[in-house]
């Protein structure tokens, strides 16, 4: 019997983790290259505060003063992605609303394939509160092997002016907002 | 035998826990279930059309949907028109291209343009695919049959019968004002489309 309770609680976890997780780890992620993306330092006041960013050029992500950040791998044309955005909105207003997330972690959006207008014409729609940045030239795909969908959500963890580290991969619908939540609560940044 | 069927009703249990995993790990979402066909690259362009700037707009007359005609010289006097040719339903950037004009209504509804989407798919494949992007605020059309006429009329039906990835922007006077017969394999940069609006509010 107890066998049989062990199984109960395989498969619960199972149907928690979903479809995401079970992708996730299929998904693999090259640091190095994920270190070396560069993206231009936000023109918006607001932005780079939140970034905790200066200069005017570009900043790549261990830049970011932050011990979390979590990036959603987007793209305007996306259907899930738009779909999902005030889903995504939700996870960024309970961050914010959080003691003990609001200077733990960040969110940024990159749109692959995606220009700076079309990424615009996104963060309009959706009324996005976090950064957005444009990866027109498919940047982003040099993280994976694999093929990037979109969504793609990486929880990174950040060495400051270092290096990030690669926490956790999603793929797809986020199915419980208050679970993720949770989790980056109980994670530990450096 | 009591343990023997306890161990029984542990495989079974195991067993379908597995089906359970194995079909969780399919996301929820088209982009990955398996559901687009991807016919990996293809010849950029097949075809060669004749129109230009400046050229009337050939008119056409196509069932929507819904079951309404769809016919372009309806618009003349009243709209600006943007002809959205995708070479067919299920496949990559098509299904992506018309999810991305949707949400950019606002752009095209301030120049006073609306969207015609075209493609050579019949009917029912349309309604299907429209239904899984989560539905669309401007006319999709078929082009079925007679096959592709439209797609021929406007010199981009390819040699595989599928039609080209194609923007045609007509204006109000039925004037063809920009045209992009596009790379099939890639998306048209929106902001490209919406210059040519802006252009027709010169």
Redesign the interface.
């Known amino acids: 019997m107890t066998g049989l309770r062990l199984a109960c609680v395989w498969v619960a976890l199972a149907m928690v983790l979903q479809g995401p997780a079970a992708l996730a780890a299929q998904f693999t992620v090259d640091e190095a290259a994920l270190n070396r993306l560069e993206f231009p330092v936000p023109e918006n006041g607001k932005e780079r505060a939140y970034l905790g960013l200066s200069g005017n050029n570009t900043f790549r992500l261990p830049s970011v003063r932050v011990p979390i950040l979590f990036v959603e791998i987007f793209s305007m044309y996306c259907p899930i992605c738009q779909s999902e955005a005030p889903k995504i909105n939700e996870l960024y207003t309970r961050i914010q609303k959080s003691p003990t997330l609001k200077d733990k972690v960040k969110m940024v959006g990159i749109g692959i394939g995606n220009t700076p207008f079309e990424v615009e014409v996104f963060r309009k729609k959706f009324e996005i509160p976090f950064p957005l940045f444009s990866d027109e030239d498919f940047s982003v795909e040099k993280i994976s092997r694999q093929r990037i969908r979109t969504p793609t959500f990486l929880v990174l963890e950040v060495e400051q002016g270092n290096k990030v580290r690669i926490l956790d991969a999603l793929v797809g619908r986020i199915e419980d907002i208050a679970g993720l939540v949770e989790n980056l609560e109980q994670t530990k940044g450096k | 035998m009591n343990r023997s069927y306890?161990r029984f009703?542990?495989f079974l249990?195991?067993a379908?826990?597995v089906v359970?995993?194995t079909l969780?790990?399919?996301?929820?979402?088209?982009?990955?279930s398996g559901v687009i066909y991807d016919p990996g690259g293809l010849k950029s362009i097949d075809s060669r059309t004749t129109l230009k700037v400046g050229d009337e707009a050939p008119d056409f007359e196509l069932k929507d949907l819904s079951g309404n005609t769809v016919t372009l010289s309806s618009f003349r006097g009243k709209k600006n028109v943007v002809l959205s040719f995708v070479p067919a339903a299920w496949t990559p950037v098509c299904?992506?291209?018309w999810?991305?004009y949707?949400?950019?209504r606002d752009?095209f509804e301030n120049h006073d343009a609306v969207v015609i989407g075209i493609s050579v798919d019949n009917v029912p494949t349309l309604h299907a695919w429209v239904t899984e992007?989560?539905g669309l605020w401007f006319p999709v059309v078929s082009d079925f049959w007679p096959h592709g006429a439209v797609a021929k009329k406007y010199g981009i039906l390819r040699s595989d019968g599928t039609s080209e990835r194609a923007l045609f922007v007509v204006d109000k006077k039925g004037t063809i004002r920009y045209t992009d017969v596009h790379d099939i394999n890639k998306?048209p940069?929106?902001?490209h489309l919406?210059k040519a609006l802006e252009k027709l509010d010169k």
Not at chain 2, 24 to 32: D, E, I, M, Q, V
């Open positions: 306890d009703r542990l249990f195991l379908v826990a359970c995993v969780s790990a399919f996301p929820t979402s088209w982009a990955g299904s992506r291209q999810p991305g949707n949400i950019a752009y992007m989560g998306m940069k929106l902001e919406i």
